[in-house]
C-alpha cells in the first residue's frame, strides 16, 4: 500500500524541480531535485515505482506548462493529456530505476541510472509527431555558462546525464548512511547490500572527474577567441497583437509598424534585418502588391531583409478560395543592386502537430478531444541555406529551434548563423518566451554558432557561440517581452564544426543501448527462473 506521505513526496519533487527552470531560473534546485524520489522507488515493486514516478512527472510538466492556458483553446483535458502522455517518461524511468535496485546496489546505480534518464529524454525528444525536447533536464542549466559548454562535444544530454548522476550519488550516499545505522545482519535480511567504502569513494570520484572535466573543458572554452570578419545584423520585434495580425484592416499598419522600426535599425548601418516569423499581413508570393512593397522597403533600408510570411494564422479553420495547401515560410529579399534578384525562400520542415497540421489523421479522429478542425500546412522538405555576400545562414521558423538534431542539419549543409524567427504572441509574458529562450542558448553551444533570435513579442536576443546573451531588445524600463524595439548586433559567422555538429547525439545513442543492456541482463535471470519454475510445476503435475 502505498503511504501518504510517498505521495507528497513524489509531487512535491516534481513540483520544486519546475523551479529549476524559466522564469523562476532556480538551477541549483536541478542537482538533488529528484533525490526524494530515487530513495523512494528503491526496492520498490514495479506498479507501486510507476505510481510514484509518474506523479512526479506530472507534476513537473503540469507546473512548467502552466502557461499554456495562455493559448486560444486548450482545454484542462488537454493539459491533462499532455502531463498523462509526458509524465509516462518519468513512470518508465521509475519502473527502471526500482528494478535494476534490486539487482544492483545504490553505488552502481550512480553509473547506470543517468544512461537510463539520457535514453529516455532523448526518446521522448524524437517519438515522431510526439517529440517534444523540452523540460529536458540540461536546459535549467542555460545560464551556467562554463558549465553547458561541454554541450558542444556531448549534446544537451551530457548535462543532463552529469545532473541525474549528482542527484543519484546524493541518493547513494543518503542510502549508505541508512544502511550503516542498520546492524548488519538486519541489512542482509532487509535485501539491503552495505557497500565498501573504496567503492564508494571511487563512485563520488567519478562524478566529480566528470564534473571537473566538464567545468575545465567550459573554462578555456570561454576565454578562447572568435576568429573571423564581423558583420551586422538587425532585429525588429514589431510587438504585433495577435487579434490584429490577421484582420486586413490594420495590414497598413503592421507594414508601417516594420517600415518605421527597420529604418531606425538602419541608422546602424547593418548588412541584414530581420523580422519576425508571419510578419507580412499576407504571404508575398501570392500577393504581388504586396512583395513589391516589401522590395522597395529592403531597397530603401540598402540591405537584405529576411522575415516570415505565410497566407494563414495556425490554428485557423477553412481553406482560403480552395487554394494549394499553405505553408510557413521565410523569405530574404535582396537589396537593389545584388547579384541574387530573385528572393530565397525557406519552408518550415518540422511543422506543430495540432496548430499546423494533424498527426494520423486518417487514423484518429482528434475532435474526439475537443480539437477543433483547422486549415493545414504542409512540410518543407528542404534545410535551405540562405546567402549573402557577408554569411551563409539556416532559419528555424518558431519552435524548430527546440530540435536538436534539425538546427545540427542546418549547420551541416553549411550554415554559419542561425537564425530563429517566431510568432510568440500566442503565450504569456512570463515563462514561454523564456523557455524558448533557455533552448535557443544550447542550439549555439552544441554547433559553435551564433544564433539571432526574433520575435513578434520577445524575447528577441543576440547568442554568442558560447551561450552569452549578449544583447536583447528592451524598452526603458528594462522589460524585453510585449514590448517594441531594435537590435544591432556584430556578428562573426562561425568557421569550422564542434563534435557535436560532426557526430551528433552519440552519447544518446550509447545511452539507449547501454539501458537495453542493462535492463536484460537484470530482467533474464527472473525470466529464466519463472521458465525452470514452470517446468517443475509440469513435470511435478505429470507425475502426480
Not at 508601417?256 to 547593418?270: F, I, K, M, Q, V
Not at 551528433?504 to 527462473?529: C, H, K, M, Q
Request: hydrophobic share 45%; glycine share 8%.
Amino acid at each position: 500500500m502505498i503511504v501518504f506521505g510517498e505521495i507528497i513526496a513524489a509531487v512535491s519533487g516534481g513540483a520544486l524541480l519546475a523551479f529549476s527552470f524559466p522564469p523562476f531560473d532556480q538551477a541549483w534546485i536541478a542537482w538533488f531535485a529528484f533525490v526524494p524520489l530515487l530513495l523512494l522507488l528503491r526496492g520498490k515493486k514495479a506498479g507501486r515505482a510507476f505510481f510514484l514516478s509518474y506523479l512526479c512527472g506530472a507534476s513537473f510538466f503540469l507546473s512548467l506548462f502552466k502557461w499554456i492556458f495562455s493559448l486560444s483553446g486548450y482545454t484542462v483535458l488537454h493539459h491533462t493529456l499532455l502531463a498523462v502522455y509526458l509524465g509516462s517518461y518519468f513512470a518508465l524511468f521509475g519502473i527502471a530505476y526500482a528494478c535494476l535496485s534490486r539487482r544492483f546496489d545504490p553505488t552502481a546505480m550512480t553509473l547506470i541510472a543517468p544512461f537510463v534518464w539520457v535514453a529516455l529524454e532523448f526518446i521522448r525528444s524524437n517519438l515522431s509527431f510526439l517529440a517534444l525536447p523540452w523540460g529536458i533536464l540540461a536546459h535549467s542549466q542555460y545560464r551556467f555558462l562554463t558549465l553547458i559548454q561541454v554541450a558542444s562535444l556531448s549534446g544537451t544530454h551530457g548535462i543532463s546525464f552529469l545532473l541525474m548522476m549528482s542527484n543519484c550519488v546524493i541518493a547513494a550516499l543518503i542510502s549508505r548512511k541508512i544502511t550503516r545505522g542498520k546492524r548488519g545482519i538486519e541489512a542482509i535480511i532487509q535485501g539491503e547490500r552495505i557497500v565498501s567504502r573504496r567503492i564508494e569513494i571511487a563512485t563520488v570520484c567519478t562524478f566529480l572527474g566528470i564534473l571537473f572535466f566538464s567545468l575545465a573543458y567550459g573554462h578555456f572554452a570561454l576565454k578562447k577567441p572568435f576568429p573571423g570578419t564581423s558583420f551586422k545584423v538587425a532585429v525588429v520585434q514589431g510587438n504585433i497583437a495577435q487579434e490584429r495580425k490577421w484582420d486586413p484592416r490594420y495590414a497598413g499598419d503592421i507594414v508601417g509598424t516594420y517600415r518605421r522600426l527597420s529604418l531606425e535599425a538602419s541608422r546602424e548601418d547593418p548588412s541584414l534585418i530581420v523580422w519576425p516569423e508571419t510578419a507580412t499581413p499576407g504571404i508575398i508570393n501570392r500577393h504581388q502588391g504586396l512583395l513589391r512593397e516589401v522590395q522597395r522597403i529592403a531597397f530603401d533600408l540598402d540591405a537584405y531583409l529576411l522575415f516570415g510570411s505565410t497566407e494563414a494564422q495556425k490554428c485557423s479553420r477553412g481553406r482560403l478560395n480552395g487554394q494549394s495547401p499553405y505553408v510557413n515560410s521565410a523569405f530574404l529579399i535582396p537589396p537593389q543592386g545584388s547579384k541574387i534578384s530573385v528572393p530565397q525562400r525557406y519552408d518550415k520542415i518540422h511543422l506543430l502537430p495540432f496548430a499546423e497540421y494533424y498527426p494520423l489523421k486518417n487514423w484518429i479522429r482528434w475532435s474526439c478531444i475537443d480539437i477543433p478542425r483547422f486549415a493545414e500546412y504542409e512540410a518543407g522538405t528542404e534545410f535551405t541555406v540562405f546567402t549573402t555576400p557577408d554569411c551563409r545562414f539556416g532559419v528555424t521558423i518558431c519552435w524548430e529551434n527546440i530540435f536538436p538534431g534539425l538546427v545540427r542539419e542546418f549547420v551541416r549543409h553549411g550554415a554559419q548563423l542561425i537564425v530563429n524567427i517566431a510568432d510568440d504572441g500566442w503565450f504569456d509574458r512570463y515563462a514561454a518566451p523564456y523557455q524558448f529562450l533557455s533552448m535557443s542558448v544550447f542550439r549555439a553551444v552544441e554547433n559553435g554558432v551564433c544564433v539571432i533570435r526574433c520575435a513578434n513579442r520577445g524575447v528577441s536576443c543576440a547568442i554568442d557561440p558560447r551561450g552569452r546573451i549578449v544583447m536583447r531588445v528592451k524598452d526603458q524600463d528594462g522589460a524585453d517581452t510585449f514590448v517594441e524595439g531594435t537590435l544591432t548586433a556584430s556578428i562573426i559567422p562561425a568557421r569550422s564544426e564542434t563534435f557535436y555538429t560532426r557526430w551528433g547525439d552519440w552519447l544518446a545513442w550509447i545511452s539507449i543501448w547501454f539501458s537495453f543492456g542493462v535492463l536484460g541482463a537484470a530482467l533474464l535471470p527472473a525470466f529464466e527462473n519463472r521458465i525452470r519454475s514452470a517446468r517443475k510445476a509440469v513435470v511435478f503435475g505429470r507425475k502426480f
